[in-house]
């Protein structure tokens, strides 16, 4: 039995590129998707605001054009909000999920005044100013002083993306409401994956969410920082593909 294909959905503010050193191996496995989300890579968006679940739908008409009935969505951060919102919102969709380096909490009212700052930045400032915060912070220290070059790389691509749908998704992520009960009732396989220098979710976050899920592992990526699936995108993908074996074959 071949696994149900895999639905990678990028982190914020990047673009489906991030699965670059993952989609080859994981296309040994089972069918890939890894699209643009609204707003983002070559998707633009008139959206004042984006909640997750419009994010949703969109997979789900995505879906719907590929003719595929289920696929194991496998967030990054962002991606995960919009995993869990497609697991509460069409969990027959959904064969099993892979949440990375992301959270089931709602944000905190600091939280979202910090939001409404980076969409109020993206918008009078600049993508370049938005790049340049966040970055370094993105990474993990290992691969900050071993890869340098992977700062420029996401700097980059941050400032390449659309001021206007990162604005959007910004404000979008600061109205999602905490998804905790739905990982407590989705009985599905689940793999939680972080790194162990991810600054931007702390491994308590993950172990909770993991915790939370009845059928879920917890794979923490050694010196992997929030992008766990670019700074070890070999050990990634052995998770992930050990994962599908162990459930779907
Ligand atoms: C992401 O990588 O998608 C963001 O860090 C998510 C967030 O800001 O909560």
């Not at 959905?9 to 994981?26: M, R, S, V």
């Not at 679940?53 to 997979?59: I, K, P, V």
């Not at 951060?77 to 949440?99: D, F, H, K, Q, W």
Request: hydrophobic content about 45%; aromatic content about 4%; overall charge negative.
């Amino acid at each position: 039995m071949k696994a149900p294909a895999l639905l990678l959905i990028h982190g914020f503010p990047l673009d489906h590129t991030i699965w670059d050193k993952n989609i080859e191996a994981l296309s040994e496995v089972t069918e890939v998707l890894a699209p643009d989300l609204r707003g983002f890579g070559g998707s633009s968006t008139t959206d004042a605001t984006t909640p997750m679940e419009t994010f949703a739908s969109d997979l789900m008409k995505l879906l719907d054009q590929r003719g595929l009935r289920q696929v194991i969505p496998c967030g990054l951060s962002m991606g995960g909000y919009i995993a869990m919102a497609l697991a509460e919102l069409a969990p027959e969709r959904v064969a099993g999920l892979i949440l990375c380096n992301t959270r089931s909490l709602a944000d905190t009212e600091e939280a979202r005044e910090g939001r409404r700052n980076t969409a109020n930045d993206a918008r009078t400032k600049g993508m370049h100013v938005i790049a340049r915060a966040m970055a370094p912070k993105v990474l993990g220290a290992t691969t900050r002083s071993t890869h340098p070059e992977m700062v420029a790389h996401i700097e980059a691509m941050i400032a390449g993306q659309g001021a206007h749908g990162t604005a959007a998704a910004s404000l979008g992520m600061a109205e999602r409401p905490d998804r905790t009960a739905v990982l407590r009732n989705f009985h599905k396989p689940t793999l939680v994956i972080t790194g162990d220098e991810d600054e931007l979710m702390p491994l308590p976050t993950s172990k909770a969410m993991a915790e939370a899920l009845p059928n879920a592992q917890l794979v923490v990526l050694d010196k992997a920082g929030h992008l766990s699936n670019m700074e070890q995108p070999a050990a990634f993908n052995a998770a992930v593909i050990h994962f599908l074996r162990s459930h779907f074959s």
